[in-house]
């Protein structure tokens, strides 16, 4: 079945550098992709997504790249924060499901 | 606004209990999920509504039983759960139709003992 890996599962970055996080795909038919950030005892907060008309979006100090011919996607934090600490998930989806498939989770530590 | 919103944040039954979940959204969303989310893990999606219609069950057992009373309200039916039931279970909503974001209320912790 379809499924979405999901690299590293732990990054530690220090305070204000630049944090990735990778995603790889299966469904060559996927054509939505969100990224999720939770936080400890909370649900998971949309941040970003993308769609596959388009290779790469910004949000402020967010942005998520697409790369339909490898079938990858990345986030990448820049000027990172102490609030940015989190588990952050990435998910694909084609735009006919309602289901996500969703990637296993990377925990995202900044260090002081 | 983007909110939806869960009752109880927490809950503790017995595996003879009768219990139920509440999520709620005001923003005219037609799709709305329940998932379960177990420690460390990405949520698993259990149901789907989409126009106040179940759409999706993902071969959930039948001690959870979902209800969408009208647009705006869905609630999640317990009984007779088992201890590996315990998990945070997480409401989500978006637009009508498949392909749309799905925004995520705080969850309901429960521990079934």
């Known amino acids: 079945g379809e499924n979405v890996e999901q690299h590293p599962s732990t990054l530690s970055v220090q305070e204000g550098d630049s944090a990735v996080i990778k995603c790889t795909y299966s469904?060559?038919?996927?054509?939505?992709f969100p990224w999720y950030k939770q936080e400890l005892g909370k649900g998971p907060q949309l941040i970003i997504d993308?769609?596959?008309n388009v290779g790469e979006k910004k949000d402020q100090r967010i942005a998520v790249t697409l790369n339909k011919t490898a079938k990858h996607f990345s986030l990448h934090i820049t000027e990172t924060q102490p609030e940015d600490s989190a588990v952050y998930f990435c998910?694909?989806?084609?735009?006919?499901?309602?289901?996500?498939?969703w990637g296993a989770g990377t925990k995202l530590i900044i260090k002081p | 606004d983007t909110e939806v919103t869960q009752t109880p944040k927490h809950l503790v039954m017995g595996m003879t209990n009768k219990k139920s979940l509440k999520c709620e959204q005001h923003?005219?969303?037609?799709?709305m999920y329940w998932y379960k989310q177990k420690a460390k893990k990405p949520p698993e999606l259990m149901f789907v509504?989409?126009?106040?219609?179940?759409?999706i069950n993902e071969s959930v057992p039948s001690r959870f039983s979902p209800e969408c009373p009208n647009s705006s309200l869905l609630n999640l039916h317990l009984h007779a759960l088992q201890p590996e039931d315990s998990a945070l279970y997480l409401c989500?909503?978006?637009?009508?139709?498949?392909?749309?974001?799905?925004?995520f209320g705080p969850g309901t912790r429960l521990t079934v003992t």
């Open positions: 989500a909503s978006s637009q009508g139709e498949p392909g749309y974001e799905q925004y």
């Open positions: 923003m005219g969303h037609r799709a």
């Open positions: 509504y989409s126009y106040e219609k179940l759409s």
């Open positions: 469904d060559s038919a996927s054509n939505y």
């Open positions: 993308i769609r596959s």
């Open positions: 998910a694909a989806s084609r735009d006919s499901n309602y289901q996500l498939i």
